[in-house]
């Protein structure tokens, strides 16, 4: 079975190529491919990545020509991707390649659609552990995560269900949205993770916001039913006191009975509209979950070789 091994690269110049070294010697028995997708990097990333891919037939390579964010970088990847198997890694070179034996072998034996990688011990920075504690609760509730299920970005997924992802032509994907859109049939297989050795973090508050909004308005339309809730909520406490308040009014005259009548008449008011307002919103939701006018992705500069090159052609005639 064949091995297909994608990297979103942004400003990763000082690790990528002691990671594509490790990925080379850890794959040396197996049939794979690699990946690199350059996510407009302001460093010189995208210069070594092309020589690695002019020097090994089995590195593709792929630049953007803008930053569109890690999950476009993934789908442009995937849309590359040949084999029977998908890898996403990070650039960064704190997932030891080591690891991608046993995710793989888990998914294999188990006949998993997708297997996500829990760490043992991170060494993530503070503000990326408190993001993705919250991402992973966010998701619980907006996509119906399973709470057990840690949403790691280091995972391998099955062929036929990378097919289903890069059918999202949306502009703000989110993989793991997509993921669970799809399978349920989903594994978690505990890893090592490495301190970072060189190089800076690129996660932080914005792209956080940023994968929030993706996740709230492009994924799910549970929050606007939420919304829809509490307009019935309110619609009902609003009659109740209205109805309470009019029967006393009709066995005593005093003015503030007026303002409660209004308060409540207002609070049934302001129910309904939210009601309206929801369910105007459940068919925009529903048409952004379908429709996308941005580009996911737009191609600055490609290197590809074989499968990829044609899989490629080919993704992006459909676009």
Known sequence: MKLSIVIPIYNSASTIRQLIDSLKQEMKDYDYEIVLVNDGSKDNSGEICEELAYADKAINYIALRNNFGEHNAVICGLNASSGDYAVIIDDDFQNPPSEIKKLFKEAVVHNYDVVYSKY?????S???NIGSQWTNLIASYVLNKP???YLSSFKIIKKDVVEEIVKY??????VDGLILRITSNIGVYEVEHMPRTAGKSNYDLAKLFSLYMSMFLNHSIRPIRFFMFIGFIMILIGTGAFLYFLEGSLHETSPSLNWKLFLSGSFVLCGFNAVVLCIIGEYVGKIILSTGAAPQFVVKK???HNQAKTNFSSSIKKQ
């Open 147 to 149: 709470i057990s299920l």
């Open 126 to 128: 503070w503000f990326r």
């Open 169 to 174: 032509k949306g502009a703000s994907p989110y």
């Open 120 to 124: 043992k011990t991170k060494y993530h």
């Open 302 to 304: 490609m290197v590809l």
